[in-house]
């Protein structure tokens, strides 16, 4: 049930209001007991009690019941209601047996009047007509009890004639009520509409910040999502770090066991224990003859053993020892030490950078064996000199371009495709980079640093290059795109493969001196910046 629906409910069908200290009557209705009360009184002096509602009769004063549940409902839905404030009713003073309703009120004679009473009332010019209140009084001159007919404008107050004429008032500029409202009015609507103003750039403001907060947890809802697939990964990768490690303990220590080592010099121990006794028995021996028919001495010990211990395992044991102290701890220290270098650059990378640096190829950089596409992402090689002219800086002699933005501080990261192509080159370089000597090359320099990919039948071998200084990767590349990472503060340049999950190649370290450009270098095929973190690649 709507809500006014239900107070109509539960209003007093008397005054129309919500009831007050409800009671019912022996035929079910309910009313105010102040509204009953006054209509009971009424109908006492003809001796007949009636219901207001269903004019049902009574031989004595009906017995009021209090309505306790109706009570609480009313209670409720008024301290639920806080702003749907009661209608104060004004009554016909004139009209006594029931209430009804004023249409105006007089303020000569501070009544108020229902439609039957206000026709037969007195038309003179004293009695000043309104609409109804119950208020008269303060229509009135609270000095002079006149009618309030001016405003004094110098002391902002409503006066009656005489005020005006011989009172405190005398003197003063007044006016009209009506007029002295009107320009209160015009003034009140200035205000509003300045107010309406300021409420609507609050508004908007309200409204900025709402969509302000909705992208806030939005964007803290992924990266929450983010972060925790980032140390689920992290601890993948170490889960996995300590299974290799302790794997590869296990097989060295498989490869130097020396139990069967140990148990064949027990053995040996044992019969060089029990020719020891014999001899010592025939050192004990007083007859000659007996110790003279014994085998020579000499046949008592083995040969073989007089040159050594080849049999016991010694020598191999020794070498293998050595090759645990060298190969197997200085190994597995190394090992873990940069595997965990890898996690922590990849930690970096992954959540310090969080989006794409926005990079756009600079068409006056390219050189006339590439094409630029126009939205300044893709450099294709291409046989036909493209005849653009030659300026200071644009290069000349290599399939080279820059980008147009460089940067000078932060951490930023950009992604690269590469596709078709035979021989690439990617990476940063100072704007003051040769544009027409072979030494322009990325990496062949001091001024640049490169990631190098060559196709060699049907695999790619891969370098890193700066300063001429040509470093192979060892690893086993097989996606066809790359990420360049700059952290210019720490001066670090690191190169990805961006495989599943993403693998650390290389990192330059160098103290920055100038802004770093993108460059790219391709013969053959094309180079593509892939333009958000979340771009496919091209087919």
């Known amino acids: ?73 009313a209670e409720r839905f008024r301290s639920t209601h806080p702003y749907q404030e009661e209608i104060t009713r004004i009554y016909c003073t004139y009209c006594i ?15 108020s009047l229902c439609d039957n009473h206000l026709r037969v009332h007195s038309k003179g010019p004293e009695h000043v007509l309104t609409d109804p209140s119950t208020s008269l009084e303060t229509r009135k001159c609270s000095v002079h009890k006149k009618i309030l007919e001016y405003y004094c404008t110098e002391d902002a107050a409503c006066i009656c004639v005489s005020c005006s004429l011989a009172g405190e008032h005398r003197g003063h500029r007044v006016e009209m009520l009506e007029e002295a409202s009107e320009k209160k009015k015009m003034k009140l609507r200035n205000v509003l509409q300045k107010l309406i103003t300021k409420r609507k750039k609050t508004e908007e403001s309200v409204k900025s910040l709402k969509e302000q907060g909705r992208k806030v947890k939005e964007k803290s809802s992924g990266e929450a999502k983010r972060v925790t697939a980032l140390f689920i990964d992290i601890r993948r990768r170490v889960d996995d770090l300590e299974k290799r490690v302790l794997s590869e303990i296990s097989r060295r ?44 001495t000499g046949d008592l010990c083995d040969p073989e053993e007089e040159g050594g211990d080849e049999d016991t395992g010694g020598h191999d044991g020794g070498d293998d020892e050595a090759t645990w102290g ?23 990378v992954t959540f310090s950078v969080k989006d794409p640096a926005d990079i756009l190829l600079d068409v006056s950089t390219a050189s006339n064996n590439i094409l630029i596409s126009d939205e300044r992402r893709i450099a294709t090689w291409t046989w036909k000199t493209q005849n653009r002219p030659k300026t200071a800086e644009r290069f000349q002699d290599c399939p080279q371009v820059m980008s147009k933005r ?31 000597e072979c030494q322009s090359h990325i990496g062949y320099n001091n001024k640049s640093w490169g990631l190098y990919g060559r196709r060699q039948l049907h695999d790619y071998n891969y370098s890193v290059i700066h300063d001429c200084k040509v470093t192979p990767l060892p690893h086993q590349i097989s996606s066809d795109r790359f990420r360049i990472c700059l952290d210019y503060e720490a001066g670090q340049l690191s190169f990805y493969e961006l495989c599943d999950p993403i693998r650390h190649l290389h990192t330059f370290t160098a103290a920055f001196s100038e802004p770093l450009h993108a460059v790219l270098w391709v013969c053959y095929g094309y180079i593509k910046i892939l333009g958000s973190r979340n771009e496919e690649p091209s087919p």
């Open 406 to 436: 460089g940067f000078t501080s932060g951490g930023h990261y950009w992604d690269v495709e590469i596709k078709q192509s035979e021989l690439w080159m990617v990476g940063m370089c100072y704007p003051s980079i040769g544009r027409r």
């Open 253 to 296: 220590e498989e490869k130097m066991s020396l139990s069967d080592g140990i148990q064949k010099l027990e053995i040996k121990m044992y019969e060089l224990s029990r020719k020891m006794r014999h001899i010592e028995e025939l050192c004990n021996m007083t007859d000659p003859l007996t110790v003279l028919q014994e085998p020579d």
């Open 326 to 348: 060298h190969d197997g701890g200085d190994w597995s220290a190394e090992f873990i030490s940069h595997t965990l270098s890898d996690i922590i650059r990849y930690v970096n």
């Open 97 to 111: 047996h029931s209430p009804v309703p004023a249409v105006r009120s007089c303020l000569h004679c501070e009544a």
């Open 1 to 73: 049930m709507a809500s006014a629906d239900l107070r109509e409910e539960l209003e007093c069908s008397i005054c129309l209001t919500l009831y007050t200290d409800p009671v019912t009557l022996r035929c079910g209705h309910n009313f105010c007991r102040v509204c009953i009360d006054r209509v009971l009184n009424t109908q006492d002096d003809s001796g007949v009690y009636s219901c207001p509602e269903c004019r049902d009769g009574f031989n004595k004063r009906p017995t009021l019941k209090r309505n306790i549940t109706l009570c609480n409902v």
